[in-house]
């Protein structure tokens, strides 16, 4: 979330920038800090009250030392009188504290610079396009019709155990599938980042940690008796690793990555085009997440960048890189770069990974920290990326890679799959 002292500071700045995202923060902003205004008036009268206690404590104590028990015990009524104002003026803290919170979680983040003006996903800015797509056949078919032909996607077995957007995948399918994890995750490990293993569900404070809540708990699996989140991505669980954590500025940068399945209710979604692997409530993905000085964290984000695009490239996917506009950027990022590999089958682009960087914003809500060179502690910056997501990567690979013999897996995965074709 924003910080109080930038709100106050920069005001102005904060509402001209959230314009890009089509968001009027005026009403917004002045009510966060009329109830900051509140809540430090509040603290100086409490602090005054406790000040003034302790030093009736003091002086009754001198007093019954000295025998004069009844001057004492008239400092004490007052006191006591005392004791209920600051119980008062407490829950009148608490109370504004928790409303000035609540209201901090509804703005958010500011987009950086570079975030183009926009609406929806067709503004979005076009920086990068990379590879050949392919010409097939004219009879080729899309993913969904390749799995069912050649036996390794079962939708509707899916559908029976589950429901819709809960695939099995069966023979080489499954295989091709632990192949593209595994070899994502050497990749994203050979570039630095240490593999963790983490749980699949959270919290309601990691939620809130990293922003998930209360932007999009519609959109999260919540299992109500245990008041626990089924994670829509592996960001969640690893960044909050750093909830309350101080750092020192030496840690710089922490590089990690994992894989899990991610769980999405995906409400709304509906239409051709979320057929097949292009939409799912369940499916995997092996994420990179990175704390770091702010000074360095945009440095980071291009390498994470290229990262990816060395991963892309090895598989030989034609794909391009957008710049999301504000209008689609994601709550809490401040700059986000969206690939999308090309689907030759269906004749259009499809999201593969977002790359983020969140700057402080998570950072506050997380209170993570660290210890610059005058020992002062200051936010640190996170951000993640997919590296990548398997459903809508594997469904290029089965279109792009389609031939009449059946579908070839490319060079860099036969080692990880042991065979080289699907047939």
Not at 144 to 155: N, P, S, T, V
Not at 383 to 408: C, D, F, H, M
């Amino acid at each position: 979330m924003l910080q109080l002292q930038a709100i106050r500071e920069e005001k102005d700045n904060i509402i001209n920038a959230l314009k890009k995202r089509n968001v009027d923060a005026v009403p917004l902003l002045e009510k966060v800090l009329r109830l900051d205004e509140k809540r430090r008036n509040t603290q100086t009268q409490l602090d005054n009250i406790l000040a003034e206690s302790n030093k009736l404590s003091k002086e009754i104590g001198m007093l019954f030392k000295s025998g004069k028990a009844q001057e004492a015990n008239i400092l004490k009524e007052k006191t006591g009188s005392l004791k209920e104002d600051s119980k008062k003026l407490g829950d009148a803290l608490n109370a504004t504290a928790e409303e000035l919170q609540t209201l901090l979680y509804q703005i958010p983040n500011v987009p950086n610079n570079l975030v183009p003006t926009g609406n929806t996903e067709e503004d979005n800015e076009e920086v990068f396009k990379e590879g050949d797509i392919p010409v097939l056949n004219t009879d080729a078919l899309p993913h969904w019709e390749l799995a069912k032909k050649y036996d390794i996607i079962d939708f509707e077995l899916g559908v029976k155990i589950t429901g819709a957007g809960f695939p099995v995948y069966k023979g080489k399918g499954a295989r091709l599938q632990r192949a593209l994890i595994a070899y994502f995750l050497d990749k994203n490990t050979e570039a630095g980042y240490t593999e963790l293993q983490v749980p699949y569900l959270v919290n309601e404070a990691s939620g809130y940690g990293t922003g998930q809540l209360p932007d999009k708990e519609g959109q999260m699996y919540h299992v109500s008796e245990d008041d626990l989140y089924l994670i829509p991505t592996a960001e969640v669980p690893v960044t909050n690793i750093f909830r309350d954590v101080i750092l020192n500025e030496g840690d710089f940068p922490i590089c990690y990555t994992g894989y899990t399945p991610c769980f999405r209710r995906e409400a709304g979604s509906y239409g051709a085009h979320v057929r097949g692997l292009n939409r799912l409530h369940q499916f995997d993905k092996v994420e990179i997440v990175r704390v770091e000085h702010p000074d360095n964290s945009y440095k980071a984000l291009d390498g994470m960048i290229e990262h990816v695009k060395t991963i892309l490239r090895e598989l030989k996917l034609p794909y391009r890189i957008l710049r999301l506009c504000g209008g689609d950027l994601g709550f809490t990022s401040a700059l986000t770069y969206d690939f999308e590999v090309f689907s030759t089958a269906q004749d259009r682009w499809l999201e593969i990974s977002s790359v983020s960087n969140f700057e402080a914003y998570q950072a506050n809500r997380l209170k993570l920290r660290f210890r610059d060179a005058n020992g002062k502690n200051q936010l640190a910056h996170t951000l993640n990326g997919s590296s990548l997501a398997l459903p809508r990567v594997l469904a290029g690979i089965l279109e792009n890679y389609q031939t009449p013999e059946g579908i070839k897996i490319p060079e860099v995965l036969i080692p990880y799959c042991g065979f080289d074709v699907i047939d």
